[in-house]
């Protein structure tokens, strides 16, 4: 069975950062294209940024592009997001997906991404 497990969110404060983990259990994650999104009350989920299975090609929101960093460890079964200078307008519930349509570029499309993990609250504050 596919999972997908989120940690790392926290309070902090603006300027701080943070670093996400999704931990990939169940597959090859280094089969599938990875996503980060995340949703904030009242709002439609969003794509944050992802990194494709074969080529590690990225994508990043233009609202987080300079800020966050996405990378891949397979040996780990682990996708991080570093989150740096994050901005009250980060906050959110951060989700991790995974594609297994696209290897070698990816797309920060909610509709592309086929399983989820459970969300961890980011919340940016002082």
């Known amino acids: 069975q596919l999972q997908l497990v989120e940690s790392g969110g926290g309070l902090v404060q603006p300027g701080g950062s943070l670093r996400l983990s999704c931990a990939t259990s169940?597959?090859?994650?280094?089969?599938?294209?990875i996503g980060w999104f995340r949703q904030a009350p009242g709002k439609e989920r969003e794509g944050v940024s992802c990194?494709?299975?074969?080529?590690?090609?990225?994508y990043y929101a233009d609202s987080v592009k300079g800020r966050f960093t996405i990378s891949r460890d397979n040996a780990k079964n682990t996708v991080y997001l570093q989150m740096n200078s994050l901005k009250p307008e980060d906050t959110a519930v951060y989700y991790c997906?995974?594609?297994?349509?696209?290897?070698?570029?990816?797309?920060?499309?909610?509709?592309?991404?086929?399983?989820w993990g459970q969300g961890t609250q980011v919340t940016v504050s002082s």
């Open positions: 169940g597959f090859r994650s280094d089969y599938y294209t």
């Open positions: 990194i494709s299975s074969v080529s590690r090609s990225t």
């Open positions: 997906a995974a594609d297994s349509g696209s290897r070698y570029v990816c797309s920060i499309s909610v509709s592309a991404y086929d399983y």
